[in-house]
């Protein structure tokens, strides 16, 4: 069951705030986020396992909500190079068990001086 | 370290011919994944090895996609015939222990 993000897109001036929202109808064990720069790959942000937990990279931090299946990026001062295309992806099973990780459509992030 | 490494970068084909893109994973990582991405589909598991054994393909579109890891070190995807819905950027990516995936830099397919 694919994860769903919102919003699809958001424009930011520099040293704004912005949260990315992914959300499952299904139970989670994990949430993954991703960055994808254009015309790159994607590259690992965090790993939030069910429990609650927050994580942060930089001034990049997410939030697990299991028992709503829900988990939010949260970007602080945003900064240039914080631009590109945010995915959530989500375990149901985890991948040592079998499972798979299944990404969200995206959300494009696009930081302006 | 050099990362996963993916052949060739890009490939253009005619419809009909056979394509095979090659993938390098990072020495020690256990799992091996296949993704295909697309505006229309967004990123998509195809298949995924662990330890040269292939876990799940359930996402492999059809007969026409087949991928094997002969080694810890070598993996292909291949399509015969390809089709022009076949036309996507594939990603390999490679993990030490199934949480952190490191992408390769994709091959983008072109097929007329």
């Known amino acids: 069951q694919q994860p769903v993000q919102s919003p699809q897109a958001v424009i930011l001036r520099e040293g704004e705030d912005a949260v990315i929202n992914c959300s499952s109808s299904?139970?989670?064990?994990?949430v993954h986020w991703y960055r994808q720069k254009h015309g790159e790959a994607p590259v690992f942000l965090m790993i939030?396992?069910?429990?609650?937990e927050q994580k942060g990279h930089e001034k990049i931090s997410a939030s697990f909500n299991e028992k709503k299946q829900q988990s939010s990026l949260y970007l602080t001062a945003s900064q240039l190079s914080y631009s590109g295309t945010y995915f959530c992806?989500?375990?149901?099973?985890?991948?040592?068990?079998?499972?798979?990780?299944?990404f969200g459509q995206g959300t494009e992030l696009s930081v302006k001086p | 370290d050099a990362g996963v490494i993916q052949s060739p970068r890009h490939e253009v084909t005619e419809m009909g011919q056979e394509v095979t893109l090659r993938c390098k994973p990072i020495?020690?990582?256990?799992?091996l994944f296949w993704y295909r991405q697309t505006m229309m589909r967004g990123l998509e598991l195809l298949i995924y090895?662990?330890?040269?054994?292939?876990?799940?393909d359930s996402g492999m579109p059809e007969d026409r996609f087949s991928a094997k890891m002969p080694n810890a070190s070598f993996s292909t995807l291949k399509i015969q015939p390809s089709e022009p819905r076949d036309s996507a950027v594939y990603f390999c990516?490679?993990?030490?222990?199934?949480?952190?995936?490191?992408f390769g830099p994709g091959t983008r397919l072109t097929v007329t």
């Open positions: 990516a490679s993990s030490p222990d199934s949480r952190e995936q490191y």
């Open positions: 299904k139970a989670l064990y994990s």
């Open positions: 939030l396992l069910k429990g609650g």
């Open positions: 992806g989500t375990e149901e099973t985890p991948i040592a068990q079998g499972g798979k990780l299944i």
């Open positions: 020495s020690g990582h256990d799992y």
């Open positions: 090895f662990n330890n040269n054994v292939p876990i799940d």
